[in-house]
């Protein structure tokens, strides 16, 4: 097997990792706070996918702008279904659990009845391909990789330097100790779910030119990102990039030498052989 | 007394009986058919296509007051279910229908391991189903009540790289890449088959789980091997898309096919027009080509004047195959399903594909698979041109 086809495997697997790490951190923030397993977060994948068919492959608005507007949408879209759905719920996982997978069939079902069954194609924002030696990245992915790796940088930025962030993770270790000291649980729990739905919202928006949209595209993000914050450690975000990177490597390089079938069943091998090892995941808290 | 009182209500329920029967005769009845379809997720193209394909026809024959087969005279009444592409899904699909809807007749269904599925139900009620699937085994002896309506792989694998080979003698290298089920798995074997024989080096026989949408681990394994056409054989329209996208993304610039190709103008909206451009197609039919008869053409035009898309070859297929068990129902004069499987072995039928014949028992051990001439086409600047016609080697047998 020649170094290059090895290393374009790896550029491969990283390329799609990164937005698949975007999922994974908004599912393990509102984990962390709400200690809610969310099991629709596939969904508002799904709607940051149609913002952006709607508003940049049928309306025409600049691709960026689009961006924004997805991220914007879908997070108020997570603050609607905090304020009427998970609020009840924090901290009762197992009830959150069954009703998440309840909001998930209705948000799909939903879906299929307003945007159609069918695949939906978004054309590329930029087109072209980048060559470093042997070495081919298309210039879309190259975008999609940049925005998210900057998404990741601005969330960590955001929970280790900002006071909501700071609020945010005080939440997330003890809500209890937070409320003592003036932290509105309330406030915070609605921005934590909002700013997590809008970062699955966001890879939805920035994986639909790549692929194509459908109401059922979140299925497959959303079980990656599972298997990327069960290995990582549940509600770390170091954690999730890390489970994310080696997810990107062990598929893609997995692909060189088996089937797609063998393949797919990788990212579940590691989460029992993490389970058994270290049943916390690579960063998670005891 | 109790005698008397006893002729009189005899004659009474007589009379009644009488009076049920002339009013049954009098009043159309419904025939309930059946239909089966992915009608979401990837290979919902299929299924779509299926079923307008169907109301075309049944919507024809309503207007026109019904069937008429011997006596009576029948509204056509269409029940579809979804399933997904599943085979699980397939079944439970299949039952209601059978079991719950009561039809006789499944008319369409697609994707190969769902048609194992259905067949399970299908075959010991009696009840007769027509598939676009590729599956090999979905034909066979011991399956009289299923037929395919639609070419598949092992009618146009052959023909369609021959003309390769007489056509583009630069091609010696070709890639291969289906969904790993069985009718992937079935293409590719027929493709691999038909390359070898013709003196084609295979330098990729590969397989994606359907719902992939990253194709680019897989693609950089086959395209290291340098191949000079790329077949997404199988693929549906919406992964087929992603899978030439990608493929030019990654610097491949040779020859495209797509044995399966049942619809290029689904393949260029995915992929875009770059990347769909030269993509040929032996399994379409354009009817808006040079090659399609008066009747396809006109099925075209109302069918994009009532869906607003361009018909594929499974749509054209499925109203043929209405139109083929309608007329075997008239020929046999009932609906009883081995009566008209009787006139379906003997007859040829004229139809929108032109005079069509049901033959394959070289390749199944049985004649369940419908005959007729089909074309090549290629993406040219975002259009479909036809670039040749080509008759069925069986074909030419009837």
């Known amino acids: 097997m020649p170094i290059e086809v090895l290393v374009q495997a790896l550029l491969n697997g990283f390329g799609l990792a990164v937005v698949y790490i975007l999922v994974a951190l908004g599912l393990t923030l509102i984990f962390s706070i709400l200690e809610i397993i969310n099991f629709a977060h596939g969904e508002f994948y799904m709607l940051g996918g149609f913002v952006t068919y709607y508003a940049f492959a049928v309306g025409g608005l600049n691709y960026f702008a689009t961006l924004l507007l997805a991220v914007l949408a879908v997070g108020l879209a997570g603050a609607v279904c905090e304020r009427l759905v998970f609020r009840h719920l924090r901290g009762k996982t197992l009830n959150?659990?069954?009703?998440?997978?309840?909001?998930?069939?209705?948000l799909q079902a939903s879906a299929q009845l307003s945007f159609g069954v069918l695949d939906k194609s978004v054309p590329s924002a930029v087109s072209g391909i980048v060559r470093m030696g042997p070495l081919i990245v298309s210039r879309e992915r190259v975008l999609v990789m940049a925005t998210a790796a900057a998404l990741i940088a601005g969330l960590y930025a955001f929970l280790r330097f900002a006071r909501t962030g700071q609020a945010m993770r005080?939440?997330?270790q003890d809500g209890d100790a937070?409320?003592?000291?003036?932290v509105n649980i309330e406030l915070v729990s609605a921005l934590g779910f909002a700013i997590g739905c809008a970062l699955a919202g966001a890879a939805g928006a920035l994986l639909a030119p790549v692929f194509a949209v459908s109401p059922t595209m979140g299925a497959l993000p959303v079980v990656k990102a599972f298997i990327i914050i069960i290995v990582g450690g549940m509600g770390?975000?170091?954690?999730?990039?890390?489970?994310g990177l080696l997810l990107g490597a062990v598929e893609g390089v997995g692909t060189l030498f088996m089937s797609s079938a063998a393949v797919s069943i990788l990212g579940f091998l590691m989460v029992i052989a993490i389970l058994l090892v270290r049943p916390r995941g690579l960063f998670g808290a005891a | 007394m109790t005698m008397r009182r006893s002729i009189g209500g005899l004659a009474l329920a007589g009379l009644a009986a009488l009076a049920a029967g002339g009013t049954v005769q009098a009043a159309d009845k419904t025939l309930t058919i059946g239909l089966l379809g992915p009608l979401s997720g990837g290979a919902a193209a299929y299924g779509v296509e299926l079923l307008r394909g169907a109301e075309m026809k049944i919507d024809e024959i309503n207007k026109a007051g019904g069937l008429k087969v011997g006596p009576d005279t029948y509204q056509i009444k269409l029940v579809s279910y979804d399933h997904k592409a599943q085979a699980a899904d397939t079944a439970t699909a299949t039952n209601k229908l059978v079991f719950q809807d009561k039809v006789k007749y499944i008319i369409g269904n697609a994707v190969g391991a769902t048609c194992n599925a259905a067949q399970t139900i299908t075959e010991p009620n009696k009840v007769m189903f027509t598939f676009v699937c590729w599956g090999t085994s979905n034909l066979a002896p011991e399956k009289p009540y299923s037929f395919r309506s639609m070419l598949s792989q092992w009618e146009l694998a052959e023909p369609f790289y021959r003309w390769v080979k007489e056509n583009h003698p630069k091609i010696k290298k070709v890639a291969v890449i289906s969904p790993n089920d069985t009718s992937g798995k079935d293409t590719n074997t027929a493709v691999v088959k038909a390359l070898t024989a013709l003196g084609f080096e295979v330098t990729a026989d590969e397989y994606y789980e359907r719902g992939t949408k990253d194709f680019y681990p897989v693609l950089t394994k086959m395209l290291a091997a340098k191949p000079d056409m790329l077949d997404v054989a199988a693929a549906p329209p919406g992964e087929a898309g992603l899978i030439l996208?990608?493929?030019?993304?990654?610097?491949?610039?040779?020859?495209?096919?797509?044995?399966a190709g049942i619809n290029p103008f689904t393949i260029i909206g995915v992929a875009g027009r770059e990347a769909a451009e030269g993509v040929w197609s032996p399994a379409t039919i354009n009817v808006k080509g040079d090659h399609v008869s008066p009747a396809v053409r006109k099925f075209g035009e109302a069918y994009e004047k009532r869906y607003g898309e361009v018909p594929g070859a499974i749509a054209v297929s499925n109203y043929a195959a209405l139109d083929v068990f309608t007329q075997a129902m008239q020929k046999a004069g009932s609906i009883d399903t081995d009566k008209v499987l009787a006139v379906l072995g003997k007859e040829h039928f004229d139809t929108v594909w032109g005079s069509l014949a049901i033959g394959g028992k070289d390749t199944y051990g049985i004649d369940r698979q419908f005959l007729y001439p089909f074309v090549i086409s290629e993406v040219r600047g975002g259009k479909v041109v036809d670039v040749a016609q080509v008759i069925p080697a069986a074909l030419k047998k009837k």
């Not at chain 1, 959150?96 to 209705?106: D, N």
């Not at chain 2, 996208?245 to 044995?259: D, I, N, R, V």
């Open chain 1, 96 to 106: 959150a659990f069954i009703v998440s997978l309840g909001l998930l069939w209705v």
């Open chain 2, 245 to 259: 996208k990608q493929a030019m993304e990654l610097g491949f610039k040779g020859a495209k096919g797509w044995t």
């Open chain 1, 170 to 172: 005080a939440a997330a």
């Open chain 1, 236 to 243: 770390s975000l170091p954690g999730a990039v890390l489970g």
């Open chain 1, 178 to 182: 937070a409320a003592l000291q003036g």
